[in-house]
């Protein structure tokens, strides 16, 4: 009798168990629905606190350059026009000047990284990202004022895709260009 109890004690712990982490991944799938893609970024080379606390207050207009596929050619070709338009969703967003005229910030870099989830990653717990070296130059004098690793990143089914690591990198990059710009824009 014992034994009994006891197997159903462990079935309705391994029961109750197993449906938290469905739970889980839910509730995880449900933020990720609203949020889209993760955009991360590690500064490699510092903007120059010679600039101030601010350092690109100066910039009225930021310009993606050319960002290459340095990784064998694997960064599928309808990678480049989401991630432009995401580009400038997201300086809209954080309300980044963007004049077509004043002094102007490229952005240019490399593909350093792409992958994209396994059936097996999506089953459990999906992984695809995109890493690049981004730099940030001044388009008037050429010099290289920033580097970065930026990294766009989806964890959940809800957001595999091309389009939505193009997000995350957008995401990345606005992000690291933001909390460098004043909190006030100056017109």
């Known amino acids: 009798m014992k034994t009994t109890r ?3 004690c462990l079935l309705l712990a391994a029961f109750v168990s197993i449906a938290s982490v469905g739970c889980m991944r839910i509730a995880k799938e449900g933020v990720g629905a609203a949020r889209g893609a993760k955009g991360l970024y590690t500064p490699i080379q510092r903007i ?13 207009h930021f310009e993606l350059a050319q960002i290459t596929d ?18 400038r969703e997201e300086l809209a967003e954080k309300q980044l000047p963007n004049y077509s005229t004043g002094k102007t910030l490229l952005i240019r870099g490399k593909i350093l990284h792409y992958e994209d989830s396994s059936r097996l ?10 890493i690049a ?6 388009k008037d004098s ?31 990059i606005v992000s690291w260009l933001a909390e460098r710009y004043p909190e ?3 017109d």
């Open 70 to 87: 340095d990784f064998g050619g694997k960064v599928p070709p309808d990678f480049w026009m989401p991630f432009r338009q995401a580009f």
């Open 133 to 138: 070296r981004i730099e940030l130059v001044d």
């Open 184 to 186: 006030q824009i100056e």
């Open 48 to 60: 120059s606190s010679s600039m101030g606390d601010r350092p690109l207050r100066i910039y009225k």
């Open 6 to 8: 006891l197997g159903i």
């Open 121 to 130: 990653g999506a089953a459990i717990s999906p992984l695809e990202e995109v």
């Open 142 to 172: 050429g010099n290289i004022i920033g580097t970065a690793n930026c990294i766009g990143r989806t964890t959940e089914s809800i957001n595999l895709g091309v389009a939505r690591k193009a997000q995350g990198l957008a995401k990345a």
